[in-house]
């Protein structure tokens, strides 16, 4: 354990990231991923693929490092992946964005919200954020002395309160932050919240930041970005990445898309995060953006069929189950086994069944731990035999109940 200095520790302790001791706790991912390395039980917990992508993709970076293109590239990311974000916002939404002004390479979807809320954020200032959600954000809106305003999504649907969501946003609000398809749970927001958020925003003029790096993993329906919903576009930033996509979660290669000023505003904090990254798998991200539709197609279709295996299994557990529409998730409530401490039963779950999940309180801010106490998250996003056999392991658990 590490202890962490002054500043630091004052912005990860608003973010809850350290334990009381002052000490930096440790994720319940590592702990369930060492949980899982230990027993053999099969990894459902941290979100990671385990099969390549495309093969055009892999042979692209690999083609770029023999080619030589391993320096810094521009700052905002090389013109050609730069053109190739515009060429897939045009085809997939019917969206134009300027590759010169109003596009960004970033390290990640991480860096592409960390530096949009340090560089759009004032101290005092609040973000509305759907909870459960991805724990770059409380730690992101903590640097920068923000404040995180929770609009709680419920089991089993997971669709916010549209009261509760308008009593939220107030002239306080900078910036509202949506994650759509939706990590941990699943759920894609309906067209009245997506159009719920526009409207609030406007009339508090607050900012829309957007999370969507499960853009080509919905499979109830296409994705359906907010920036698309007339008025949204000239204060959005749209957020995606090709980690989820093209299974690189180790490249790092996100991006943004927004009005010119917004994007130079990001830039100036963008720029002394990171400066740059991933030469090499930029163009191999541009690569897989211009993939024919088919590949968009197969991936959604795959990602449904692992989906589908994993719900079967936790069905057969006797598990309540959310069904969801889109990403690597479903959430699954083990107080239907008897369990109503979810981290509880994740850490038993390995002798139970083999299997590794995460609780779902890992989302949550400690205020609301209670209301998500029994639910857990699983990952579909591993070879449909992994997942059988998971499936086929989970539904071990029927009649176990204690
Ligand atoms: C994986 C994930 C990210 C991180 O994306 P990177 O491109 O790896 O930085 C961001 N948001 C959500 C909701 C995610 O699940």
């Known amino acids: 354990m590490t202890q962490v200095p002054g500043s630091w520790r004052r912005a990860a302790a608003g973010a ?28 459902l917990g941290q979100g990671f693929p385990d099969d390549e992508g495309p093969a055009e993709v892999l042979e692209a970076a690999r ?74 954000y409380a730690a992101a809106i903590a640097l920068a002395g923000a404040r995180l305003v929770p609009v709680r999504l ?38 009245e919240v997506r159009s719920l958020v526009v409207e609030l925003a406007e009339r508090h003029d607050a900012l829309i930041i957007t999370d969507e790096v499960y853009e080509h993993l919905a499979f109830a329906r296409a994705h359906s ?9 000239d204060r959005t930033i749209s957020i995606s990445s090709g980690g989820k996509t093209f299974r690189t979660t180790g490249w790092k290669i996100g991006w943004l898309t927004a009005p010119a000023e917004l994007v130079t505003a990001i830039l100036t904090v963008k720029q002394y995060l990171t400066y740059v990254n991933g030469s090499p798998f930029q163009p191999a991200i541009a690569a897989g953006l211009r993939l024919p539709d088919a590949f968009f197609d197969e991936l959604a279709l795959d990602m449904r069929a692992k989906s589908e295996a994993l719900g079967r299994g936790l069905d057969a557990a006797g598990f309540a189950v959310s069904r969801p529409a889109g990403t690597y998730f479903t959430v699954a409530d083990a107080a239907s ?8 039963f994740c850490r038993a779950l390995p002798g139970l069944a083999g299997v590794v999940g995460v609780p779902l309180s890992a989302f949550v801010t400690a ?8 639910l857990v998250r699983f990952a579909a996003c591993k070879r449909i035999g992994m997942l059988e056999e998971a499936a086929g392991r989970l539904a071990q658990l029927a009649g176990v109940t204690r």
């Open 63 to 136: 083609r770029a490092i023999a080619d030589g293109q391993n320096q810094y590239p521009p700052g905002r990311g090389t013109p050609d992946l730069r053109a190739a974000i515009a060429e897939h916002q045009e085809r997939f939404y019917g969206l134009s964005w300027d590759p010169g002004s109003e596009i960004l390479v970033t390290a990640g979807a991480t860096e592409a919200l960390t530096a949009s809320l340090l560089a759009l954020l004032e101290p005092g200032d609040e973000v509305v954020v759907f909870e459960p959600f991805y724990d770059s």
């Open 367 to 374: 205020e609301h731990h209670d209301e998500y106490r029994s």
């Open 337 to 344: 086994l008897g369990y109503d401490d979810a981290a509880e």
């Open 225 to 233: 970005p907010i920036a698309a919903i007339p008025g949204a576009r």
């Open 154 to 191: 419920r089991w089993p649907g997971f669709q916010p309160d549209p009261e509760e969501l308008a009593a939220a946003v107030t002239d306080r609000t900078r910036a509202i932050l949506v994650n759509d398809p939706h990590n941990p749970t699943g759920t894609m927001f309906t067209a």
């Open 16 to 43: 809850r990231l350290l334990g009381a001791d002052g000490e930096v706790a440790p994720t319940i991912f590592a702990e369930m991923s060492a949980l899982a390395g230990r027993t053999g039980a099969i990894n």
